[in-house]
């Protein structure tokens, strides 16, 4: 890249000048408007925002599920610009985790197929005791053959992070992840998540064990005092960050943040880090 602001090496995940816009001329909406931001490797980053902030379009963009009207997007040291679909499908089942609000999980299948599941589509035989330790690691040990509909929403949750664990990604992206949860499922699910970030592990499509990084768009001041850092959007750009935030400075940021008028939001916004 020319003139970016990071080392690339040092990234997990870098956005560069950042837009992605819908639509043209008068109804024209930019969802996204040239952010700039690092995400460095090893690290847990909450992205937080008002509603139609520009957070879930940031992680779509920043996981290749959809491509950005302009600028760069670097994950795990692969530019994504001009990969084909193919490429990128690669790219997200080899090196990349989802975690959503929906679970996604195959209501038919156990909690081990679900996890072996994405395995099987890539063609590997997942082997029974590396899917089972899996599931012990998310404290899941003794449900292995329990299917969606016999478990709490905590622990269909759970199922979901182990099945994106299973694939050993180098970067984990969470959208709302504990959403539809209870407090005590929250705190578990936020605890895998913030287990997970540092944790090295070999990639698979990788050669050498790598600290893992997590990305978690959030509404939550809760969830996101998990994080190392914050980064807050409005209006598709990056106006603050919070590093080793607390709940209540988290909830006090953002407060201010929704109460300033949208004229004033980006005055003091620097290149985030």
Known sequence: MHNEPFSAADEAVLL?????????????????????????VGSFT???GPSGSGKSTLL???????RPT?????????????MSEKRLTLLRRDRIGFVFQAFNLVSALSAEQNVGLPLRLAGARPKRAEIRSVLAE???????????????????QRVAIARALATRPEVLFADEPTGALDSESSRLVLGLLRGFAGAADTPRGGPDP???TVIMVTHDPFAASYADRVLFLADGRV?????RPSTEAVAARLAALESTPASERHDSAGTPR
Do not use: I, K, N
């Not at 779509?60 to 959809?66: F, K």
């Not at 106006?239 to 590093?243: G, I, R, S």
């Open 16 to 40: 560069w000048r950042l837009t992605r816009s819908y639509g043209s001329g008068d109804s024209r909406v930019t969802a996204l408007d040239e952010v700039t931001a690092g995400f460095p």
């Open 46 to 48: 909450a992205v937080m």
């Open 60 to 66: 779509q963009c920043a996981a290749g599920l959809d």
């Open 70 to 82: 302009s600028g760069r997007v670097v994950v795990a040291g692969t530019e994504l610009g001009g």
């Open 138 to 156: 998310v404290g899941l040990a003794g449900r292995e053959r329990h299917r969606p509909g016999a478990l709490s929403g905590g622990q269909q």
């Open 210 to 212: 790598r600290p893992r």
């Open 239 to 243: 106006v603050d960050t919070l590093e």
